[in-house]
T-cell receptor, first 114, second 115 residues
Framework: AQKVTQAQTEISVVEKEDVTLDCVYE???????LFWYKQPPSGELVFLIR??????QNEISGRYSWNFQKSTSSFNFTITASQVVDSAVYFC???????????FGSGTKLNVKP | ETGVTQTPRHLVMGMTNKKSLKCEQH?????MYWYKQSAKKPLELMFV???????ENNSVPSRFSPECPNSSHLFLHLHTLQPEDSALYLC??????????????FGPGTRLTVL
């Protein structure tokens, strides 16, 4: 079974729409970290956010927001008022502190059309 | 120059060639990583180095040979590759290796095509 599941392979929206990218994780660790990365067409993964398992507060950074819910093992990412420059592949990742392991999801490709 | 750089950005090689990928980080980090990204697959962690010492080899075939001469440089030596090795190879670094809890910063990758 996959440790990090991003069920949405590809999403297409029109500019200015809001879009939510889903991430569901699986771990037996009580201490773990969750990440989101953006991979534009240039290839480089750009770090967006790191969140530890003890901090369930939602976070907002400009048009980006993240909803962490331990009860459903989810760490979803919402882009508000999407822009063409948001078009990229977005990866969710999990690091397990006690098991010393790191896992990426398979990514969600976001297409934002003008 | 800042961040993580990788050269070359694109590489085409035959199955009998020998080539090397280079990664350099200017962030003062102590841990460096090689990842393989194939189409429609999750990123696969290949190798991990911490303070120049290899700490992880995720069952990578011996035709891939990493080298880390210092904390700023990481190489991936390639020889007798197969067409299925064609992929984007990404290098990353992090301040330290502590159960991967530190944020990893990635380079732009080398797009490798094996003919």
């Amino acid at each position: 079974a996959q440790k990090v599941t991003q069920a949405q392979t590809e999403i297409s929206v029109v500019e200015k729409e809001d879009v939510t990218l889903d991430c569901v994780y699986e771990t037996r660790d009580t201490t773990y970290y969750l990440f989101w990365y953006k991979q534009p067409p240039s290839g480089e993964l750009v770090f967006l956010i790191r969140r530890n398992s003890f901090d369930e507060q939602n976070e907002i950074s400009g048009r980006y927001s993240w909803n962490f819910q331990k009860s459903t093992s989810s760490f979803n990412f919402t882009i508000t008022a999407s822009q063409v420059v948001d078009s990229a592949v977005y990866f969710c990742a999990l690091s397990e502190n006690n098991f010393n392991k790191f896992y990426f999801g398979s990514g969600t490709k976001l297409n934002v059309k003008p | 120059e800042t961040g993580v750089t990788q050269t070359p950005r694109h590489l085409v090689m035959g199955m009998t060639n020998k080539k090397s990928l280079k990664c350099e980080q200017h962030l003062g980090h102590n841990a460096m990583y090689w990842y393989k990204q194939s189409a429609k697959k999750p990123l696969e962690l290949m190798f991990v180095y911490n303070f120049k010492e290899q700490t992880e080899n995720n069952s990578v075939p011996s035709r891939f040979s990493p080298e880390c001469p210092n904390s700023s440089h990481l190489f991936l030596h390639l020889h007798t590759l197969q067409p299925e090795d064609s992929a984007l190879y990404l290098c990353a670094s992090s301040p330290r290796l502590a159960g991967y809890t530190d944020t990893q910063y990635f380079g732009p990758g080398t797009r490798l095509t094996v003919l």
